[in-house]
């Protein structure tokens, strides 16, 4: 039941599939009737939020949002400065001649250096208020960081599952932030098997991606603020690269929320889902109109966020994408390498290799004229590209400073 309790909003959460309330009060994972996400929601007439008053919100962190956030008790939440990234109008210059009308949201700013930190900022904090003292989670990389951080942040024990091939500096950023880090001969879905066995037989509260419903809320907010940062006035597409998919996920219940408050109406931008072709499962469902994605076999990607084989909200994912009359498209990684050396050359963006994919999907859209360059386009930049500098290769002159025909050499 929904309640106010000291001026917050109370909640429920509900299973996605058929709507069974689960008590939010004790710890939660996936739905006990389905085995599938759990969603918060809200009594969102209790909340007074209008365009002036969402412009006028204080702090330089999500946690401006709180009102709309699951943590009761402010004393719970785990601050880092997550969130209020900017929204970069795109130059029009070299490759991105002519695009109008095209932002990034780049969320590499974030602390850990990913959009990560707002969903593991939001879940780390409510499982702190649900006394949870050991956190576990298996990950391709940015979460992985995320998740270190926030714990040690919180003082919880953390144990972090990567895939053996994943960037050193992630790798490295885990360990000096505390976590307990073990290499895995394998992708993702092998990390998270590990952690299925830690939460049955240690008791591990598993953060992995969609496995507790607060995740989400984090998420959420990048909707809240792309809608802040364009007068809310909503693009015409978003593009977002998507492996498990909680962003475009929470970005979409983001808009729903707010316009259930009457602050934006119904219209909605596409949402559009950019994979790798070497791990496209949310495209190949969408391809063949199904809302099961299924598994990828033999997942590989330079681009290890979208190395995600399986997701557990690809019905959430693919609903979104067909409700909005989407797309989800997949790139080479030769295509999202160069896009990304582009977006950092002609835009001063140090992009991850998933965002580049946003540009190389945009840019397709684009000739295959299911997009205008004057379209008000949103990427998203979900990384910085600082822990991903092992896909950049390097073959450079070196100088001898005391050549007398140095400058004729450059």
């Not at 939010?24 to 002036?52: G, R």
């Not at 402010?74 to 795109?90: F, R, S, V, W, Y």
């Not at 989670?137 to 951080?149: E, K, L, Q, V, Y």
């Not at 119904?266 to 299924?294: F, L, N």
Request: proline residues 4%; negative net charge.
């Amino acid at each position: 039941m929904i309640k106010l309790n000291g001026g917050k909003v109370m909640f429920k959460l509900v299973c996605t599939v058929c709507g069974k309330e689960h008590d939010h009060e004790k710890i939660q994972t996936v739905s006990d009737c389905h085995k599938k996400p759990l969603f918060v929601e809200y009594d969102t007439s209790k909340v007074n939020w209008t365009k002036e008053s969402l412009k006028d919100l204080k702090g330089n962190s999500m946690w401006k949002f709180k009102e709309m956030m699951p943590v009761v008790d402010d004393q719970n939440i785990i601050d880092l400065g997550e969130g209020d990234t900017p929204m970069i109008k795109a130059h029009q210059r070299g490759s991105f001649e002519g695009y109008s009308n095209l932002y990034i949201k780049d969320e590499g700013i974030n602390p850990t250096g990913s959009f990560k930190a707002r969903g593991i900022g939001a879940a780390l904090s409510k499982a702190k208020e649900l006394g949870v003292t050991k956190v576990a989670i298996p990950s391709a990389g940015n979460a992985a960081g995320a998740t270190a951080a926030y714990a040690a942040s919180a003082g919880m024990e953390c144990y972090v599952f990567m895939p053996q091939d994943t960037p050193e500096m992630i790798v490295k950023e885990c360990v000096a932030l505390g976590a307990n880090v073990y290499l895995v001969d394998g992708i993702i879905s092998d990390c998270g098997h590990i952690v299925s066995k830690g939460v049955d037989e240690i008791g591990w509260f598993p953060i992995s991606t969609l496995k507790e419903p607060y995740r989400v809320e984090g998420k959420k907010t990048m909707g809240y603020e792309l809608a802040i940062d364009l007068d809310f006035e909503l693009p015409d597409a978003i593009i977002y690269p998507t492996g498990g998919g909680t962003g475009l996920i929470g970005m979409w219940k983001a808009f729903r929320e707010l316009e259930s408050m009457g602050v934006i109406g119904s219209e909605r931008p596409k949402m559009i889902t950019v994979q790798s072709t070497g791990c496209a499962p949310i495209v190949r469902a969408y391809e063949s109109g199904v809302r099961d994605a299924g598994f990828w076999d033999n997942a590989a990607t330079v681009a290890s966020g979208l190395r995600v084989p399986t997701a557990i909200g690809d019905f959430l994912i693919l609903d979104a994408i067909n409700e909005s009359g989407g797309k989800a498209i997949s790139v080479t990684d030769e295509e999202l390498l160069s896009a990304q050396l582009e977006m950092c050359a002609d835009q001063g963006i140090f992009a991850c290799p998933e965002g580049g994919a946003t540009w190389a999907a945009a840019k397709k859209l684009v000739e295959d004229g299911y997009l205008s360059k004057d379209d008000k386009i949103v990427l998203f930049n979900t990384g910085s590209g600082m822990n991903y500098t092992n896909v950049i290769e390097l073959d450079l002159p070196v100088l001898d400073p005391n050549d007398p025909d140095i400058l004729k050499k450059l």
